[in-house]
């Protein structure tokens, strides 16, 4: 058990226990989003001791040489002095939404335009704040443009506060809190003739929509292999659309992969990523996007590796489950 000191009081963390749950028991209200040390809503600074490695993934080498971490992935190994990030340092935008569109029984797009001009790469993410406080991260599933949009596609879980909340309440015209975009699960330009395989389940097809449009807008010249999977026929969305682009880029490969019994003409029966890796036989030299599901994209990520993608080349963002009882 580490002594944990904020703001002058003095809290006790409990055997297995971070430091974001330590603080939330004690009631003291600290934003939080993905519980998974990806989103940033919980950075906190060590003042005395540096934090646990393990708790820094993922931040930059200043912020790790500051003693930042991410409190809700922060066991703590000894007693620490710990300081709130100040405020000014957490950059927030607000935006309007000017288009909800369902894409499927259960996946919205949502449209909003950003008071203020926004710098992103296609494929990160931003963190959308509700009145109360209440944060959950969204990929942007279009690429940059002078126009200040940003695109989600947001699937309604059962009793999920969030994305129900978007469904039912958030109507054009509301306005959203947004963080700044954030992680690392981009396209990047460079290589433009390196080969890249896009593997996405439900609506982790959102980021890869900007990672596919920046590299054909791009003229990336390798090929691009898009695997959309789906259980069944009517959560595939964007068909179409993505058909279109394959018609239009020779460049650009799309399967839609339909892992449940009901297969449907010109789909691919099988989960996406089994149906990728088993088409694609070496991966040597090919960059590699998973998004979606925790499950598929751990598993993905390993047998990319072993497929021969170099792991510098493999990106990926897991849409966290959070288990209710660490809510
Ligand atoms: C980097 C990142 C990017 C993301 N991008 C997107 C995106 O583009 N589109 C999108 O729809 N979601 C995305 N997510 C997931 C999103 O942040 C929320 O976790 C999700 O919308 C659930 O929030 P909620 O408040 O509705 O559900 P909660 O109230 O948090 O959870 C309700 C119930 O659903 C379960 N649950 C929580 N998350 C999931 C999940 N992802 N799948 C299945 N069950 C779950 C919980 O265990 C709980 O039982 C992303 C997550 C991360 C970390």
Redesign the pocket.
């Known amino acids: 058990m580490s002594k944990l000191t904020l703001n002058g009081a003095t809290f006790t963390s409990q055997p297995n226990e971070t430091v974001l749950d330590t603080l939330l028991r004690e009631n003291i209200q600290i934003p939080n989003?993905?519980r998974?040390g990806?989103?940033q809503s919980c950075l906190m600074r060590s003042v005395d001791v540096p934090p646990p490695v393990s708790a820094q993934v993922g931040l930059n080498q200043t912020q790790q040489k500051q003693n930042y971490f991410h409190a809700c992935v922060c066991y703590p190994e000894q007693d620490m002095m710990l300081a709130l990030l100040e405020s000014e340092q957490t950059i927030f935008i607000t935006a309007r939404v000017i288009q909800k569109q369902l894409l499927t029984v259960d996946?919205v797009r949502v449209v909003v335009e950003c008071d203020t001009e926004l710098t992103f790469f296609a494929g990160q993410?931003v963190n959308l704040l509700r009145d109360d406080g209440?944060t959950?991260?969204?990929?942007?599933?279009n690429r940059p443009q002078a126009d200040n949009r940003l695109e989600?596609?947001?699937?309604?879980?059962?009793?999920?506060?969030?994305?129900?909340?978007?469904h039912d309440e958030l109507v054009v015209g509301s306005t959203l809190t947004l963080s700044e975009p954030?992680?690392s699960?981009h396209y990047l330009s460079g290589s433009e003739a390196q080969p890249l395989l896009l593997i996405g389940t439900?609506?982790?097809l959102?980021?890869l929509c900007g990672i596919i449009s920046d590299a054909l807008e791009q003229s990336h010249s390798g090929d691009i292999h898009l695997f959309h999977g789906s259980s069944h026929h009517k959560g595939l969305y964007l068909v179409d659309e993505m058909r279109e682009l394959a018609t239009k880029h020779t460049n650009f490969y799309y399967t839609p992969c339909l892992s449940g019994d009901n297969v449907i003409a010109d789909t691919v029966q099988g989960r996406a990523h089994d149906v990728a890796l088993s088409t694609i036989e070496n991966l040597k030299g090919w960059r590699v996007y998973l998004?979606?599901?925790?499950d598929m994209v751990n598993h993905s990520k390993r047998l990319a590796y072993l497929k021969g993608a170099s792991i510098k080349d493999i990106y990926a963002?897991?849409?966290?489950?959070?288990?209710?009882d660490t809510?």
């Open positions: 989003g993905c998974q990806i989103c996946i993410f209440l959950r991260s969204y990929s942007i599933a989600f596609h947001i699937r309604r879980l059962p009793n999920g506060q969030f994305s129900n909340w978007v954030k992680g699960c439900g609506s982790g959102a980021p998004c979606g599901h925790p963002d897991a849409f966290h489950v959070i288990s209710p809510k």
